[in-house]
């Protein structure tokens, strides 16, 4: 499941049972998409109202028509993919499994694998322009490229955590979750000096953070949660103290699974 904005009108969401959801009206209305390529699509990314990706176990999909249809364009051969990112229309990334990264410069035709110095899992990327980008993944993995990602270095990092996600906000900030299993801990972590280091924000026993949207340096909300329950908060301090948005009244199986903000 995911949720994806490319401006302030052109809005898609991936659901189950091969269903695509899609507006032109900044989310006033939606219209649903039957698809035979995949079942439920995560990491969506768009690169213009009609062009886009997704991600589901080991393929990527592309769209050319805003969603309405979706044809399968490659393969990964290390196993799941779990993060996607464009740098532009034409260059993208996705990462996975075993430390697998593949990059496109030529709007899916074709990608070539890139060598990332690590077998951990791979779970997120973002760039925060053309140069400087962020890979992070497991067991406190966190690699930095310079060079529009055909060469990256691993991150000294002391948290031996699981991270879920990574958001570059500008070329000097950056957040990241994660997650450890022993104890069961959720993180949010932020950087300050384009990724050199990282600091812990919040830390959270039993619960987890699921997502993360930052809008600027300071401004971000949050999906929070347990395995049944996830609710979404804002924080206007970079993730010092969160404000409880929606469920208000949270009770029950109300899982909020993807957000964006534009």
Known sequence: YDVFFVDPYHGYATCSHHITKVT?????????YYNESFNWGHSLFFT?????YVLENKFVFKTEDGGKTWQYI???GQGRLYGLYF?????????????????TTDQGLTWTQVATG????????SFSDSS????VGAKGTILRTTNS???????????NINYSQVQLVDTQTGYLIGSSTDPEKGFLLKTVNSGFTWSKIKEYSIYWFSEIHFVD???????LGDSFEKVVYKTENSGATLKLLYPINPAGDDRCRSLYFG
Request: glycine share 14%; no cysteine.
């Open 132 to 135: 400087n980008g962020i890979a």
């Open 24 to 32: 032109e009206d900044g989310g006033n209305t939606w219209k649903s």
């Open 74 to 76: 490659y393969m990964s």
């Open 149 to 159: 990602g055909n060469a990256w270095q691993l991150v000294a990092n002391t948290y």
């Open 48 to 52: 213009s109202p009609t062009i886009g």
């Open 87 to 103: 740098i532009d229309e034409n260059t993208g990334f996705t990462v996975g499994e075993n430390g697998f990264m593949a990059k």
């Open 118 to 125: 690590t077998s951990e899992n791979l779970s997120s990327i």
């Open 217 to 223: 340096s300071i401004t971000g909300y949050l999906i």
